[in-house]
């Protein structure tokens, strides 16, 4: 699962792009308890998420004829550019070239062969998430994709990621690609950062396209779920168990962005992770 252990390729960041960040900071606050501190005016209008005094997020405007509202996640890379040049090679395209971000760090956006978003940070005085893995805090991914086969084989140019077969029960029953940082070894939950899922194999995501999902850990499912409802989001798949994976749930905030909420462990109300 996630840590702040953050490698080469694994996920050390997220942030939401939305059209109403005031309405977002309300809908996130209540529904995980996450206040919100901008970042000052250099950052036009970047904030961090925050739970506890950790950084859990980020967040910032997107007005609509910029793109859809969304939940971007990013990968460590100790070279930003570099992985530029690699997307470019494996098919993939550049949304945004390498920047730096004042002294925190580089970062870059990009699109996978098939269409799933996703960005890099390369870090500086910004190491990352202060907190994953622990509760109202990101910890799991799903890359949803018309093609695994090309699209892992371009996440391993860009990134060495690994890929293992795990018999999970995953979203289409029977076994599960799990994707861990390279060198961690045989298929792991306990090492696996996430999941990867054919598009068609999953209804909630296909209408949307390819994407990455980011999953947030609730100490309880159902209730988050029916939180989400009262504060306008929408529930694109209800809470189930998986087998192996725990309880988990399928939303959309009320402006539009596609996240996940789950519980890992325990079938029965008692864990998730993956969908």
């Not at 090309?150 to 076994?175: I, K, N, R």
């Not at 939180?227 to 309880?247: F, H, M, N």
């Amino acid at each position: 699962m996630l840590t702040t252990r953050f490698v080469t390729g694994a996920p050390n960041w997220v942030d939401l792009g939305t059209p109403d960040l005031e309405g977002a900071r309300s809908f996130y606050g209540a529904l995980f308890g996450w206040t919100f501190q901008d970042a000052g005016p250099e950052a036009a209008g970047y904030g961090m998420f925050r739970q506890g005094g950790r950084t859990v997020a980020g967040g910032m405007t997107v007005p609509a004829d910029q793109g859809p509202p969304a939940w971007t996640l990013y990968f460590q890379t100790p070279d930003a550019d570099g992985a530029a040049t690699a997307v470019r090679e494996g098919g993939g395209s550049v949304a945004l070239d390498p920047m730096d971000v004042m002294d925190l760090g580089r970062m870059a956006l990009f699109t996978d062969p098939t269409g799933a978003g996703f960005g890099v940070w390369q870090p500086g005085e910004n190491k990352g998430l202060d907190a994953v893995g622990e509760p109202n805090t990101l910890s799991w991914t799903e890359l949803y994709t018309p093609d695994p086969v090309a699209d892992l084989s371009f996440y391993d140019l860009v990134f060495g990621m690994e890929a293992h077969t795990a018999e999970t029960g995953g979203p289409g029953g029977g076994a599960y690609t799990l994707l861990q940082p390279s060198g961690t070894g045989q298929a792991s939950m306990s090492d696996a950062f996430g999941g990867v899922v054919p598009l068609a194999d999953d209804p909630a995501e296909a209408a949307g396209g390819p994407s990455w999902t980011p999953y947030f850990e609730v100490g309880d499912v159902d209730a988050a779920v029916a939180e989400a409802q009262r504060l306008g989001g929408e529930v694109r798949r209800a809470p189930s168990d998986l087998a192996g994976l725990g309880r988990c749930a399928k939303l959309t905030d009320p402006y539009g962005a596609r996240f996940a909420v789950l519980r890992t462990g325990g079938a029965g109300g008692t864990g998730g992770a993956g969908a």
